[in-house]
Each structure stands twice: as structure tokens, then as C-alpha cells.
């Protein structure tokens, strides 16, 4: 079945740089698009980032995250990545990536996704 598994979160002060993965199994090919959402502690869940697979891939980022975030992925290795750099307190919350509905590449809304990692934690201090 299919897998995704969130890594690198952790604890970084603010102004500091943190680059979460997330490893994708199951599948017989890398999935078309996916993204990064987050969720904050007594938030709703956000997009963060978006990403296809075309030859040059586009990109997505919410607005609070642009200049700041990088998303990227290699398909050799079946992982998405999301480079954060100057990071703030605001930041801080559960990242999760997701792949969406056929149909929602590049969509930043949750109820678009289908398939969820079960996140990891990024402390912003």
C-alpha cells in the first residue's frame, strides 16, 4: 500500500534553516504532484507548498512562506523535500505532505489531498 513518511523536524530558533523529507512507497511511479501542508496548535491545516513533476517543475508557496521555503523533490529516490529558511514562531506546527486528488495538482486545500503522512513537528523558538 501506499506510504508517506515525514522527517526532519525538530527544534530551531527563529532566523534558523530546517529541511523536512518525506518518503513516498507503495508506488509504481513518483506521484504527479504533491505538497506540504502544516498544522498549528489550534489552527486549521494549511498548504504550504505544491510541486508537479513536469520536466521543470512549477511550484506553489502560500503567501507567508514565499522568499522563505523551498520545495523540491527527486523522484530517484521517491522523496519530497521542504527547505525552510528563516524560519519564525509562526511557523511552528506538524508538517505533513500529501498527495491530492487526480484532478487538484497544485491545489494548496486539504480536503483536495487524499493520501497523508502522519507529520512531524517543527518548534520555532
Known amino acids: 500500500h501506499v506510504q508517506l513518511v515525514e522527517s526532519g523536524g525538530g527544534s530551531v530558533q527563529a532566523g534558523g534553516s530546517l529541511r523536512l523529507s518525506c518518503a513516498a512507497s507503495?508506488?509504481?511511479?513518483?506521484?504527479?504532484?504533491m505538497a506540504w501542508f502544516r498544522q498549528g496548535t489550534g489552527k486549521e491545516r494549511e498548504g504550504v507548498a505544491a510541486?508537479?513533476?513536469?520536466?521543470?517543475?512549477?511550484?506553489k508557496y502560500a503567501e507567508a512562506v514565499k522568499g522563505r521555503f523551498t520545495i523540491s523533490r527527486d523522484d530517484g529516490k521517491n522523496t519530497l523535500y521542504l527547505d525552510m529558511e528563516n524560519v519564525k514562531p509562526e511557523d511552528s506546527g506538524m508538517y505533513y505532505c500529501?498527495?491530492?486528488?487526480?484532478?487538484?495538482?497544485?491545489?494548496?486545500?486539504?480536503?483536495?489531498?487524499?493520501?497523508w503522512g502522519a507529520g512531524t513537528q517543527v518548534t520555532v523558538s
Open positions: 507503495g508506488y509504481t511511479y513518483a506521484p504527479h504532484c
Open positions: 510541486i508537479d513533476r513536469d520536466g521543470s517543475p512549477n511550484r
Open positions: 500529501a498527495v491530492p486528488n487526480t484532478g487538484f495538482c497544485m491545489s494548496l486545500r486539504a480536503r483536495t489531498m487524499h493520501t
